[in-house]
């Protein structure tokens, strides 16, 4: 059973703050990992991917894989209101059969 | 373009009753999927098909069927709906073919309620 965590939320941080949203993965021949951000009522929206170790980033946002240790994490920097969302840490393989396995998401809100 | 889109938005249904619930996608994407999400569940593959023609059962398949009309619309049909088939719907479609990932594109959603 491939399975996708996220550690338990909610997380609460304060406006300017890091929000650190970290995912375990079981199926170590994954090769590529997404998070989404969903706000409430609305569909998830695709913020990061990352298939190779290390840092990925793109504007206040960092994406960090460690293949060896089965893990995913999602940096926020300067964390704005507008981030209060839940994110969903997904992953899968490529390949024409490829389906995402997603975690149960995290919330996160962030007090002004 | 308008991405996947999904019909209806919203629709509540009795124990027992049918209903299909509709996606479309103008991306030219070979695959397209249905998820259900039920709260502190996450979203849960139902079917899915990886191309015209295909589909394939994801993890929670029973009750529903799907159709793969063309490139461009996939179905999920309810036979039977059960007061358990109370969940937000959503469909997704994805290019794989050349590319590193599978990012998957999702349509606004169906909130069904079964009573």
């Known amino acids: 059973q491939k399975e996708v965590e996220q550690n338990s939320g909610p997380l609460s941080v304060p406006e300017g703050a890091i929000a650190s949203l970290n995912c375990t993965y079981s199926?170590?021949?994954?090769?590529?990992f997404f998070w989404y951000r969903q706000y409430s009522g609305k569909s998830p929206e695709l913020i990061m991917f990352?298939?190779?170790?290390g840092d990925k980033e793109d504007g206040r946002f960092t994406a960090q894989l460690n293949k060896a240790s089965q893990y995913v994490s999602l940096l926020i920097r300067d964390s704005q209101p507008s981030d209060s969302a839940t994110y969903l840490c997904?992953?899968?393989?490529?390949?024409?059969?490829?389906?995402?396995?997603f975690g149960k998401g995290i919330t996160l809100s962030v007090r002004p | 373009n308008a991405g996947v889109t999904q019909t209806p938005k919203f629709q509540v249904l009795k124990t027992g009753q049918s209903m299909t619930l509709q996606c479309a996608q103008d991306?030219?994407?070979?695959?397209m999927y249905w998820y259900r999400q039920d709260p502190g569940m996450g979203l849960r593959l139902i079917y899915y098909?990886?191309?015209?023609?295909?589909?394939d059962k994801g993890e929670v398949p029973n009750g529903y069927n799907v159709s793969r009309l063309n490139k461009r619309e996939f179905s999920l049909r309810l036979e039977s709906a059960a007061p358990s088939q109370t969940s937000v719907y959503f469909c997704?479609?994805?290019?794989?073919?050349?590319?590193?990932?599978?990012?998957?594109?999702f349509g606004p959603g169906t909130r069904l309620t079964v009573l």
């Open positions: 997904a992953g899968g393989y490529t390949g024409a059969n490829s389906k995402l396995t």
């Open positions: 990352i298939y190779s170790n």
């Open positions: 991306m030219n994407h070979n695959s």
């Open positions: 199926d170590r021949g994954s090769q590529s």
């Open positions: 098909s990886a191309s015209e023609g295909t589909t």
């Open positions: 997704a479609s994805s290019e794989l073919r050349g590319r590193p990932y599978n990012e998957q594109f």
